[in-house]
Nanobody, 120 residues
Framework: QVQLVESGGGLAQPGGSLRLSCAAS????????MGWYRQAPGSQRESVAT???????NYVDSVKGRFTISRDNAKNTVTLQMNSLKPEDTAVYYC??????????????RGQGTQVTVSS
């Protein structure tokens, strides 16, 4: 089995920064795309940032220039550096990875979610 464990998050003031990390463990052969999405109360889930196995990144327009996604393939981790935070960034953030396990099956795995609150 595969597990994704997130860390980081918490409370930040507007204009502040937070860093989210997500580590995958278990029967992992290959990790393809990694990403972060978020969901605020009463809102639909939104993809925030993705990074391919080759390092190609994509961001939702609202976070471009403020958030940076990166990955460490040796450690099976993905990180989201969030700068210049705004109150509208408040949400539960989830990491997501497309992983091929050692039995050659690709599946999408998600973390448990971490709360990010931006407030003065």
């Amino acid at each position: 089995q595969v597990q994704l464990v997130e860390s980081g998050g918490g409370l930040a003031q507007p204009g502040g920064s937070l860093r989210l990390s997500c580590a995958a463990s278990g029967s992992i052969s290959v990790i393809a795309d990694m990403g972060w999405y978020r969901q605020a109360p009463g809102s639909q889930r939104e993809s925030v940032a993705t990074i391919s196995s080759l390092g190609t990144t994509n961001y939702v327009d609202s976070v471009k220039g403020r958030f940076t996604i990166s990955r460490d393939n040796a450690k099976n981790t993905v990180t989201l550096q969030m700068n210049s935070l705004k109150p509208e960034d408040t949400a539960v953030y989830y990491c997501s990875m497309n992983i091929r396990t050692r039995d050659f099956i690709y599946s999408t795995y998600r973390g448990q979610g971490t709360q990010v609150t931006v407030s003065s």
